[in-house]
């Protein structure tokens, strides 16, 4: 069983820059993901990394602004977001485990989940 823990949550004025971070339990050789929520709302995928590294994917609504990332011995994933705006308000959760078949930024396609962290931008 693979536990994920989330950090650097926190509150920033719009423009402003976080990073998050997610300490996986044990070496990661699986895809990774950010994900954000808002209360009433569904779940969207944010960033996915595969464990090579050399493949990123992006939510068209943080491209240019959000980096995901891999520290070099595979224990955490990071998301730089710079740029931030109100709209990125959410409980960010960190996931693991790409699912045979699902496509990277799905909800549904991973097996492990954090518990989230709070970013909030106010204007």
């Known amino acids: 069983q693979v536990q994920l823990v989330e950090s650097g949550g926190g509150s920033v004025q719009t423009g402003g820059s976080l990073t998050l971070s997610c300490e996986a339990s044990?070496?990661?050789?699986?895809?990774m993901a950010w994900f954000r929520q808002v209360p009433g709302k569904a779940r969207e995928g944010v960033a996915a990394?595969?464990?090579?590294?050399?493949?990123?994917f992006y939510a068209d609504s943080v491209k240019g602004r959000f980096t995901i990332s891999q520290d070099t011995v595979k224990t955490a994933v990071y998301l730089q977001m710079s740029n931030l705006k109100a709209e990125d308000t959410a409980m960010y959760y960190c996931?693991?485990?790409?699912?045979?078949?699902?496509?990277?930024?799905?909800?549904?396609?991973?097996?492990?989940w954090g518990r989230g962290t709070q970013v909030t931008v106010s204007t």
């Open positions: 996931a693991a485990h790409l699912l045979n078949g699902q496509t990277p930024l799905a909800p549904s396609a991973y097996k492990y």
């Open positions: 044990q070496y990661m050789t699986m895809t």
């Open positions: 990394i595969r464990p090579s590294g050399v493949s990123a």
